[in-house]
């Protein structure tokens, strides 16, 4: 099922993964490297790949052909073979298979560079299979996406390196492998960088760095034992705030009912007072006023 990780950074982008790949009929996992490297002309490209892994696989390796020997030189570029790829993987499908892909759901996420700029994407396979660019300088898919957003919106600032964005990554991965059923194995951590090529004159295209799975597992390490050594103060801290702020704000809320409470109560007065003065009991005859 998945989860995908896309962060841009001045100096690169980075995206990442899970690796466990379920059979949701049987139960059973695998693991794999989700994260794949198309070449072009002389530029590299990541696809990540989330859902049904039988239709995934189909359209990265459709999309390898299509883009030997051409040059990015727009975002259009790759965005059609992207989109051509889901096409005509998808054509040869029966009405059981559509119905097996609709079922399961497919996902990519697609980083790359035009001209120096960074572009990151998702798409959905089985709804319009059109690339949708992200609108902040991260992205998600997979099922675990929901939880990861929440993560990357806490941790993820304009500006920050590579270095930093690569531990962020590793660490959202975890946490949503930790608490996502269908999501765990080893984190797969990609990153892209621009590269200056020598022609006529110098350009630079973007192309895929290595960073070691050693180097991952190793950090992800170090990042949860850190974690989970400071997990007791950094709740303490946050039970801190939660009773000042609590209890101040509990303190207010129950000033503000007691005046709301005594500010009936006189209303209630007034009003008594004023049918006394305006409709006095009035004592008939044989009657006696007590």
């Not at 059609?80 to 119905?99: A, F, G, T, W």
């Not at 120096?116 to 998600?140: C, D, M, Q, R, W």
């Not at 991952?216 to 170090?222: M, S």
């Not at 997990?231 to 503000?256: D, F, M, P, T, Y």
Request: charged fraction near 25%; charge should be neutral.
């Amino acid at each position: 099922m998945s989860i995908l990780i896309g962060i841009i950074c001045p100096d690169g982008i980075i995206v990442a993964s899970d690796s466990q790949v379920t059979d949701p009929y049987q139960g059973t996992f695998s693991y794999t490297n989700k994260i794949s490297t198309v070449s072009f002309n002389i530029d590299e490209i990541l696809v990540a790949q989330a859902g049904l892994s039988s239709i995934t696989n189909r359209i990265v390796e459709t999309m390898q052909a299509k883009s030997k020997g051409i040059k990015i030189t727009n975002h259009q570029i790759v965005s059609k073979i992207v989109e051509d790829s889901i096409r005509e993987s998808k054509q040869d499908l029966d009405e059981d298979q559509k119905k097996y892909v609709e079922q399961n759901g497919a996902e990519l996420m697609v980083a790359f560079y035009v001209n120096g700029t960074p572009y990151l994407h998702t798409v959905n396979v089985i709804g319009s299979g059109i690339l949708e660019p992200s609108t902040k300088l991260f992205a998600t898919a997979g099922i675990g996406s929901y939880l990861a957003n929440y993560l990357l919106r806490e941790f993820v600032e304009p500006k920050e390196g590579v270095e930093l964005a690569i531990a962020t990554s590793i660490f959202v991965i975890k946490k949503v492998n930790d608490n996502t059923k269908f999501c765990g194995g080893e984190t797969n951590v990609k990153r892209m960088g621009l590269v200056p090529v020598y022609n006529w004159d110098t350009q630079y295209v973007g192309k895929v760095l290595d960073t070691p799975q050693k180097f991952v597992n190793l950090t992800e390490k170090k990042l949860m034992k850190e974690y989970e050594n400071t997990k007791k103060s950094r709740n303490k801290r946050v039970r801190a705030i939660l009773q000042n702020v609590g209890a101040k704000v509990w303190a207010e809320h129950l000033k503000k009912v007691k005046a709301e409470l005594k500010a009936e109560e006189e209303e209630e007065n007034r009003n008594r007072a004023h049918a006394a003065i305006h409709n006095p009991v009035t004592v008939g005859v044989g009657e006696s006023s007590s």
